[in-house]
Nanobody
Framework: QVHLVESGGGLVPAGGSLRLSCAVS????????MGWFRQAPGKEHEFVAAISWSGLSTYYADSVKGRFTISRDNAKDTVYLQMNSLKPEDTAVYYC?????????????????WGQGTQVTVSS
């Protein structure tokens, strides 16, 4: 069974930075494309970023492009989300997800494995 655990969330002032990590166990990490999603209070899950199994391809939501960077370390079975220039509207629970495919996905249904989420709160 594939298990994902996020960490690195917290409270940060607007303009600040955070780096989220997602450790994956129970599967062959390099076989999975990975994604980050978020859910703000009262809103649906929103795609944030995705990375291919090799790490050579990435894709971002327009709302975070240029501020967030997704990366992965296949030797550590971990995917990261570096978040810079944070805004209050980035406040949400952030989830990482794994997809049993080499190519990235941007839809919730593209992913079969999910972490429990980590809270990110950006104060104004």
């Amino acid at each position: 069974q594939v298990h994902l655990v996020e960490s690195g969330g917290g409270l940060v002032p607007a303009g600040g930075s955070l780096r989220l990590s997602c450790a994956v166990s129970g599967g062959t990490f390099s076989n999975y494309a990975m994604g980050w999603f978020r859910q703000a209070p009262g809103k649906e899950h929103e795609f944030v970023a995705a990375i291919s199994w090799s790490g050579l391809s990435t894709y971002y939501a327009d709302s975070v492009k240029g501020r967030f960077t997704i990366s992965r370390d296949n030797a550590k079975d971990t995917v990261y989300l570096q978040m810079n220039s944070l805004k209050p509207e980035d406040t949400a629970v952030y989830y990482c997800a794994a997809r049993s495919a080499q190519a990235m996905g941007v839809m919730i249904d593209d992913y079969g494995y999910w972490g429990q989420g980590t809270q990110v709160t950006v104060s104004s």
